[in-house]
């Protein structure tokens, strides 16, 4: 038996219209599974490979995660689910997340949007016995100064992993997280475009590289998979060391 193989599964990757969504889309797709991603974008033609989007392959919907309504009244093209994966993330600089209305935005998309796009699928998530994977980051884990919207959501969604993990094993539901650590994706290109900055970052990375959007997918594939059979409520960091 081939653990890995997702053939005749169906995927949602809500954020999967680009970094490492899209990585962990792919990669879903390469093992069989049909796979359906979500972005901002109206349309698939809207995203390029230079951004890091590479579409080819996968269903396409806008869903903007920031509004609850359109969460609630997304229609999907797929009515069986086996796998969910929320990568939708919004991070804002230069201090905006110090204003009440960028710090609101950015907990809306981080983890208001984590919780809407879980119940919404939780019946056909249930129906299949499927799995649910929240990506979450590093940053849950130690303070990030000029981002507390940033550091409070994703603090939110490793706690909100583990109790929906526990108060959904009874649906056979498995619930996991994935934490990553610096990836280069353009929410990061202002350290990763930044060859000072770059520098520095690299430094705190014992592995001595970024990760990439194919590192996460490893992980998200273990985690959706047999192989992970009785691991639930876990955030498995994948940073290459950086918060050692
Ligand atoms: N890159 C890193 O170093 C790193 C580290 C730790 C954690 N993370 C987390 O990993 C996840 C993916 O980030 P990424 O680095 O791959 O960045 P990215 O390429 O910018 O991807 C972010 C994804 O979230 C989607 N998104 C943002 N706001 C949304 C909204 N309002 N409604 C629906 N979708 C929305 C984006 O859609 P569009 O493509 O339409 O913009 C995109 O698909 C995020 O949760 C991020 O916080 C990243």
Redesign the pocket.
Known sequence: MNELDFSGKQVLV?????????GIAQAFRTKGARVHV????AKASD?SAEE??HLEGLEYSQ????DAHAIEQFKPSFDRLDVLVL?????IYRRGEFEMEGFRKVVE??LMSLMACAIKFQAMLSASKGSLII?????AYHSTMGNPAYNAS?TGAVGLTRTLAEAWAEDGIRVNGI?????D????KVTTANPKRLEGALERIPLRRL?T?QDMAGAALFLASPLAAYIIGQTIVVDGGLIL
């Open positions: 809500v954020g999967g219209s680009s970094g490492i969504g899209n979500c972005g901002t974008r995203y890091g989007s869903l903007d995660v920031s990568t939708q993330g919004a991070v998309v981080n990506v979450s980051s590093t940053a994703k934490a990553p650590g610096l990836v994706t353009k929410m990061t990760g959007p």
